[in-house]
């Protein structure tokens, strides 16, 4: 195939290629983001074997060649294949922690969970990869290596783009201030609540709808490529999840973040209930015109309550997680004997075990509600299907991150005897609160263990998250201004995504090597 003549006919040719499909089926969705799970517990165990022979350098390349370079190959050149990456991946993992295993010699070892304390990792991991896999699809889907299931529906069904802002506004759910606050009374009255909620708000949606205004003037300016159903003519995501913050600021100004869960279903409820008998959803769904500010942005305006009730709803399950480690040292473990070919086992049973199976029962739960009540999925109306199916891929998600990160800790108690932590001093470092220390009392602590807790590329991710989104929107625009996507070739295409990839991971990395956090 030959380049266009003109570029406009090019933009056009681009346009026409995102659009117009029908997704994939669910099951699909997940196996694609399986890789990434595989990848941390990959990277961490390889790195827990050269740990003596690696350089601070060479680890974060190690990092991003095992947990990053996967999820971009199964996203496209592998993407028939993700089964087999993954058992190749589990597989090399195993015998990493069987030569872990080899270092410990004397007696059976004793399975102590290792005691998690500050921020969870699992959910640092969570959602450092979900920044990652949606900035590798938001370049990768104007490639003709990236398959055309992945991209966005036009009206129903599931694909892997589709996850993207659902996923957003979930993971900055499970983190939220709401999710984090058990008291039970409020502080100060209405107006005062109110007043604190919407200048925090108004600080922090600021640069979301700057960021958003800044995009719909560049693309307008430069005439660039735009996917007109996906948000609207004028809509695009930073502005979704500013208004999303602006709404559930005011409503937990007037409700309890005890009802979390109550509200997120109740406004998913009504949100259902008002697309169906008022005609909204064949409104938004329909090809009519766009000759005013809310036709023309019909997708991103009706899509927020539904974003609001996901939004509740997330926050539900970030209590849930923060609720299984509120007193955790002062609440005793129990334990369980293991026979494994002639030797027993002492494995303790603690907070992140009991989490996970929560976890995968509420997943569990979801597939059931999803799938077998036939809801119809659209992220263009974020329906009650929609967002059901979200959760189910989150849960899904933190259910095996956090089985990961028990199997890391108990290998690195099993092989490591600083493990063994008295109850104070575990209490000593659950009250760290200063982020400067906390942040060299993590770095201590991984070097102190033989795995440590989180991948360093990804607590760089997290720490500038909309940083680093931002660097992948800006690179992406420069790719696709400066070559024609659509005619490069497949090995082409690959080496400019793993690069593209490392210069944003890498760019995030910086900043949080000498912790200049960006607050956009």
């Known amino acids: 195939m030959s380049p266009p003549m003109s570029k406009e006919r090019y933009r056009l040719e681009q346009e026409a290629f995102v659009s117009d499909h029908g997704g994939t089926a669910p099951q699909e969705v ?39 370079v996967p999820s ?145 003037a560049v693309v307008e300016y430069l005439g660039y490529q735009r996917h007109v159903t996906e948000y609207g003519v004028h809509w695009n995501f930073f502005m979704t999840l500013a208004v999303v913050k602006l709404f559930t600021s005011m409503i937990t100004s007037t409700v309890s973040s005890r009802y979390s869960l109550l509200s997120g279903i109740w406004i998913l409820w009504m ?55 509120q007193n955790s040292h002062a609440r005793p473990s129990t334990k369980v004997s293991v026979k494994l070919h002639g030797f027993e086992f002492g494995v303790r049973c603690n907070e992140s075990m009991m989490l996970c199976i929560k976890l995968s029962l509420i997943a569990a739960q979801t597939c059931i509600a999803t799938f077998f009540c036939d809801f119809e999925v659209s992220r263009r109306l974020a329906n009650a299907g929609y967002c059901m199916w979200i959760v189910l891929l989150t849960t899904t998600l933190l259910s095996f991150l956090l089985l990961v990160e028990i199997v890391l800790d108990i290998i690195d108690c099993a092989i490591n005897e600083s493990c063994d932590e008295s109850k104070t001093e575990r209490m000593r470092k659950s009250l760290r609160l200063n982020l400067k220390k906390h942040v060299k009392s993590e770095r201590d602590e991984n070097e102190a263990c033989i795995i440590g807790r989180s991948l360093e590329i990804f607590d760089a991710v997290n720490y500038n998250g909309l940083f680093f989104f931002l660097v992948s929107n800006v690179t992406t625009g420069l790719v696709n201004m400066s070559m024609y996507t659509l005619y490069a070739k497949q090995s082409v295409a690959l080496l400019i995504l793993i690069i593209y990839m490392a210069v944003s991971v890498f760019s995030a990395l910086i900043l949080y090597k000498f912790k200049i956090p960006v607050k956009l």
Not at 38 to 48: E, K, Q, S, W
Request: hydrophobic share 45%; aromatic share 8%.
């Open 30 to 68: 997940i196996f694609t983001l399986l890789p990434a799970v595989c990848g941390v517990l990959l990277a961490a165990t390889t790195l827990g074997v050269l740990k003596k022979y690696t350089r601070e350098k060479a680890r974060v390349v190690i990092e991003f060649t095992l947990a990053v």
């Open 72 to 216: 971009i190959l199964c996203c496209t050149a592998l993407s028939e294949h993700i089964g087999s990456v993954c058992v190749t991946m589990i597989s090399v993992s195993l015998l990493n922690i069987m030569l872990l295993l080899m270092r410990k010699e004397s007696n059976p070892p004793n399975l102590t969970v290792r005691p998690v304390s500050g921020r969870r990792p699992f959910i640092t991991n969570f959602r450092a990869l979900i920044n990652i896999i949606t900035a590798i699809c938001i370049l990768a889907v104007d490639f003709r290596i990236f398959p055309r299931k992945f991209a966005k529906t036009e009206v129903f069904g599931h694909s892997l783009m589709d996850t993207g802002v659902g996923l957003f506004v979930l993971a900055n759910a499970l983190v939220a201030p709401e999710a984090r606050d058990f008291s039970t009374s409020r502080q100060g009255g209405f107006r005062e609540t109110l007043t604190r909620n919407m200048k925090g708000c108004l600080r922090s949606c600021a640069p979301l709808l700057a960021l958003g205004l800044g995009r719909f």
């Open 271 to 325: 949100h259902e209930y008002t697309m169906s008998t008022k005609g909204l959803k064949a409104w938004v769904l329909r090809d009519g015109p766009r000759d005013d500010f809310f036709s023309a942005n019909r997708e991103g305006l009706i899509s927020v309550p539904g974003y609001v009730g996901l939004y509740f709803v997330g926050v539900a399950i970030g209590r849930l997680i923060h609720s299984a480690y």
